[in-house]
Each structure stands twice: as C-alpha cells, then as structure tokens.
C-alpha cells in the first residue's frame, strides 16, 4: 500500500516555472514505477511523465517533452516534477501516480488528491 501527497502548484504566469513533489509513504517507494497526469477542466484525465524504479528511464508526452522534467529521489521517497516555460494550456490538476508494473505500464495503482496548476496568460 503506497499513499501519495502532491505539494508545489500554485498560480504562475506564461513563461514561468513551478516544481511539484509527491512524498510517498511506505517502504517499498523505490521499487515502482512512477508517473505524472493531469486533467483540465471538462478534459479526460491525461498522462505527462513516468519515471522508472531506479530512474534511469523516463518518457514525456509530447505536449510537455522538452519543458517538463521528471526525477525521483527514493532516499526520500519523493518523485518531483520540474515545469519550465508554462503555458496557459498546462492548467490542470496535477496527479500523481504509482504503478507496481514496469515503464510500459498503462495501469497504475495508487493515485495522490492532486495538486492544482494554473497558468495565466
């Protein structure tokens, strides 16, 4: 069992930067795989980034490749999300996730509340 806790939005302009953080709890953090979705307002619920177990493999949606990074410290049971160069559209609540299965990985199993992003133009 692995409960999440998403911290670090807020309110940005266009351009700026903002880094989440989902402390886990329980003792096996380091052995799932890890991703970050997102969902606008009247949108489905969509996936940003996943890190592997050791974080040594990562993958980004499109959308975010390029601006948004993904890393993970399992010393401290904490996975981070780093977003440069926001834009309006990256306005959402941020979720993160864990899944028990590897980087290929469609399902993922424990979900934090979510953490809201806004971005003003």
């Known amino acids: 069992q692995v409960q999440l806790v998403e911290s670090g939005g807020g309110l940005v302009q266009a351009g700026g930067s903002l880094r989440l953080s989902c402390a886990a709890s329980?003792?096996?953090?380091?052995?799932?795989?890890m991703g970050w979705f997102r969902q606008a307002p009247g949108k489905e619920r969509e996936f940003v980034a996943a890190?592997?177990?050791?974080?040594?493999?990562?993958y980004y949606a499109d959308s975010v490749k390029g601006r948004f990074t993904i890393s993970r410290d399992n010393a401290k049971n904490t996975v981070y999300l780093q977003m440069n160069s926001l834009k309006p559209e990256d306005t959402a609540v941020y979720y993160c996730?864990?899944?028990?299965?590897?980087?290929?990985?469609?399902?993922?199993?424990?979900w934090g509340q979510g953490t809201q992003v806004t971005v003003s133009s």
């Open positions: 996730a864990a899944a028990v299965g590897p980087m290929t990985t469609k399902t993922y199993d424990y």
């Open positions: 890190i592997s177990w050791n974080g040594g493999t990562t």
């Open positions: 329980g003792r096996t953090f380091s052995s799932y795989t």
